[in-house]
């Protein structure tokens, strides 16, 4: 779809037209209607990212209240995974057609009412119903979002600090979850992990109409069907097997077989797309070095933050003896680092450029990560723990920010609905493929020992995997986005 085939948001959307540069002036400063617009925004996705999180706490009284056989636990994330995953793109898309204000809010009103029927519900159907319709909001909400944000701020300052801080809170609301999730859950109950969200979700609702602009599409051109079938179906079945994998092991012929598949659909996505007439995603978007390396590292940067969580769990739990609410209250730390990571995020990219932030917040998250490895079986090692993981966190939230300010940058207003569709792709694919990569590792290196003493070995092995796979994903962009070309990114 062309820059012409939409209609200028109504005055006060955007700031004031740019120099010749085409970037914002340093000095440039946010008016009340954008602090309004970027709060309101914010707030949904922070809700968004709690999503995530609260209920992995929370999983055993949600079992116990709802009778979950045991080996079905796993659903209650699995199947908020695999709607939130498998959908991020092609509502980027949908987005763009029908506009992202439309989209948004009634996103939220989903959310919100898959909430109470979470909170609501008295049988293991009813819960998963829930979780799936809260994915498919997700799924809707998240892109929709980003590109209201992205195209109320142009390139420049503003852009890069808005995005700033709608990384510190997405990551600090993953984090925000573990705590919320345990406290609610001990304190009240757990259905308080849904009911939490629905007046969140009514205020967005309420205020959204009159406070967000939006443009929209003076033609609706055709949806790319075998392109949505393609890419939706290779994401559901690849986030299936990981799942799969991470819970029964990578040998099963179910599990490789979704693998194999989901890998399959993805690889013909891109063909689909070269011959489309109008492509969910234009090929030379997916050529575009800043598109390609800055969501390989957006991948790695929630790969490995999300299932380091998840290891430091196991820790604190399984090794150290901690209780579920002292364990959420532990990854308080992480969230105030990350959010001091987004703060800094936009400042350090305006310095430095988007490549450097990268490398940089890789090289700082894997120096904190490796350090994890000494982690012994006395409670004393609790104070390593939470200095590494603030300081992780720091440079985890440098390589998000650089992520999505390199993953966005360079496309027109009427193409940020694709590249936030990607970007957020990563994202929720990284939260969904992280641990059971980790899982498997772990599981892998105990194998049918148990104990405190099992359980450190497999988990710090899987945290050098961790650490390894920062520094590489950091080269790498260092290496890959740092390459003179017409399609780099700015940075």
Known sequence: ???????????????????????????????????????????????????????????????????????????????????????????????????????????????????????????????????????????????????LLTTAFREGPLRERALGLNGALMSAGFTAGAVLGGLLTDLLSWRWAFFV????????????????????????????????????GGLLLLVHGLTQAGASGWTRPATLAALLAGAALLVGFWFVEKRAAAPLIPVHILRRRSVVWGNATGLVAFVTETSLVFLLTLYLQEVLGHSPLATGLAFGVLGIGTVAGGMLGGRAVGRFGARRTIVLGGLVQAAATFSLVALGTSGGWITLLLAATFVGGVGN??????????????????????????????????????????????????????????????????VLVNALLVLAGALAAGAFLGRRGPDTSAG
Not at 76 to 105: C, E, Q, W, Y
């Open 197 to 232: 969200n629905v007046p969140v979700a009514a205020l967005v609702v309420a205020l959204a109409p009159s406070v967000i602009t939006d443009s929209r599409p003076v033609r609706r051109p055709k949806l790319d069907l075998p392109g949505a079938a393609t890419v939706t």
């Open 1 to 147: 779809m062309s820059a012409s085939g939409t209609v200028p948001a109504r005055s006060g959307s955007r700031p004031a037209p740019p120099p010749a540069s085409g970037r914002e002036p340093r000095s440039v400063r946010m008016n009340g209607r954008q602090k309004l617009v970027l709060g309101l925004l914010l707030g949904a996705q922070f809700m968004i990212a709690v999503d995530f999180s609260i209920l992995n706490v929370a999983l055993p009284a949600v079992g116990a209240g709802l009778g979950f056989p045991l080996g079905r636990l796993q659903w209650i994330a699995t199947s908020f995974a695999l709607a939130a995953a498998g959908f991020t793109l092609l509502f980027g898309r949908v987005a763009d057609l029908v506009g992202r204000k439309r989209l948004f809010v009634g996103g939220m009103v989903v959310l919100g009412l898959s909430s109470a029927l979470g909170g609501l519900a008295a049988s293991p159907e009813v819960l998963l119903t829930a979780r799936v319709l809260q994915g498919l909001a997700t799924a809707a909400v998240t892109p929709a979002g980003l590109a």
């Open 397 to 462: 939230m440098l390589m998000i920010v650089g992520f999505m300010v390199t993953a966005t940058s360079g496309l027109r207003d009427d193409e940020q609905g694709l590249a936030t569709g990607l970007a957020t792709m990563t994202q929720q694919v990284g939260i969904a493929m992280g641990i059971p990569v980790m899982s498997a590792v772990v599981t892998a290196r105990t194998g049918t020992a148990t104990g405190p003493e099992a359980v450190l070995s497999g988990v710090s092995t899987a």
